[in-house]
Nanobody
Framework: QVQLVESGGGLVQAGGSLRLSCAAS????????MGWYRQAPGKQRELVATISDGGRTNYGDSVQGRFTISRDNAKNTVYLQMNSLRPEDTAVYYC??????????WGQGTQVTVSS
């Protein structure tokens, strides 16, 4: 059973930065992409950013230019650098591994709170 463990969440003031990490407990085969999603109270889960196995990135409109996704395949880890944080970025952030074959994996989530 693969586990995705997120870390790096916390409380930060508006304009500040955080870096999230998501590490897989073992090597995952047949990866299509790795990514981050978030869910604020009362809202649907939304895309934050994804990165393909080839390194192609995709960002949600609200984070474009402020967040950067990266991955270290040797460490089975994906990162999310979040800069210029805003109160509306407050949410639980989830890591996801999408696979070409087999089930996708989700992390347990990490809380990010941005104070104004």
């Amino acid at each position: 059973q693969v586990q995705l463990v997120e870390s790096g969440g916390g409380l930060v003031q508006a304009g500040g930065s955080l870096r999230l990490s998501c590490a897989a407990s073992r090597i995952i085969f047949s990866i299509n992409s790795m990514g981050w999603y978030r869910q604020a109270p009362g809202k649907q889960r939304e895309l934050v950013a994804t990165i393909s196995d080839g390194g192609r990135t995709n960002y949600g409109d609200s984070v474009q230019g402020r967040f950067t996704i990266s991955r270290d395949n040797a460490k089975n880890t994906v990162y999310l650098q979040m800069n210029s944080l805003r109160p509306e970025d407050t949410a639980v952030y989830y890591c996801k591994v999408s696979r070409l074959l087999g089930s996708d994996y989700w992390g347990q989530g990490t809380q990010v709170t941005v104070s104004s």
